[in-house]
């Protein structure tokens, strides 16, 4: 029977990357995110359904997990989420709210209202996208991104306890800095992104940014290990033991 896999902020990056290597595998895959436009275009290149929604609103998160209350879902990959450099002296509390809503409760959110669907299926298998920006600082003005992730990775594994009776595994990857759309967005102008490109290839030990695909290879992996759960998996090019 085909599997049914819903990614989360599917439209780009390492979304885009994971929906398509799921489609590769065989996978019914389902791709949302909040611009419509964005969505189609992704949903056509990939060949995928796509469902629109933004993770800042409950009442669209519970009409996204509404979708599969018949059919069940078997994949979860949450990869939606915002990224802001806010130095300490200019973060408001709007900044707060609005990052902290995306990555952290909407996330949440979105597993508390599709553990039934998860069920239904006999189970299935969560990941989330987090960073290593977590445990490790890659530039000045990131603390509060980086707090969101910290957070994530705490509720991931405590989950586990709540999510392995119902047969449901959870993981998180944890990438360093990664060539997407969102990497570029944090940065102010394209001079700047390729001199930030080119310093941190020069500290990276494999000596380059990762690329989606790459963790999109990881994320699979950690969906299909069957072993695996509590998990966080870094994948930065060995970034963080520098």
């Not at 980086?146 to 392995?164: P, Y």
């Amino acid at each position: 029977m085909e599997k049914i896999a819903l990614v989360t902020g599917g439209n780009s990056g390492i979304g885009y990357a994971t929906a398509r290597l799921l489609k590769d595998k065989g996978y019914k895959v389902f791709i949302s995110g909040r611009n419509r436009e964005r969505l189609e275009q992704a949903a056509n290149e990939l060949d995928v359904d796509y469902l629109l929604a933004d993770m800042s609103k409950p009442e669209e998160i519970k009409e996204l997990a509404s979708k599969f209350s018949e059919t069940g879902l078997d994949v979860l990959v949450e990869n939606a989420g915002i990224a802001k450099a806010i130095l300490l002296q200019d973060i408001c509390w709007n900044d707060f709210e609005d990052i902290f809503t995306i990555n952290v409760w909407g996330p949440l959110f979105l597993i508390k209202e599709l553990v039934p669907a998860l069920e239904k299926n006999n189970g299935g298998s969560i990941n989330i996208v987090s960073s290593v920006v977590a445990k490790t600082s890659e530039k000045p003005g990131i603390s509060l991104y980086a707090a969101t992730k910290g957070a994530v990775n705490s509720f991931m594994r405590n989950l586990v306890t709540e999510l392995t009776p119902k047969n449901i595994r959870i993981n998180a990857v944890a990438p360093g800095p990664i060539d997407t759309p969102m990497f570029n967005k944090v940065n102010p102008n394209d001079e700047e992104v390729a001199e930030l490109k080119k310093i941190l290839g020069d500290e990276i030990p494999i000596g380059r940014l990762g690329k989606p695909e790459e963790i999109a290879q990881v994320i699979v992996a950690q969906l299909e290990a069957s072993y695996v759960t509590g998990a966080i998996w870094k994948v930065d090019g060995g970034v963080s033991v520098i």
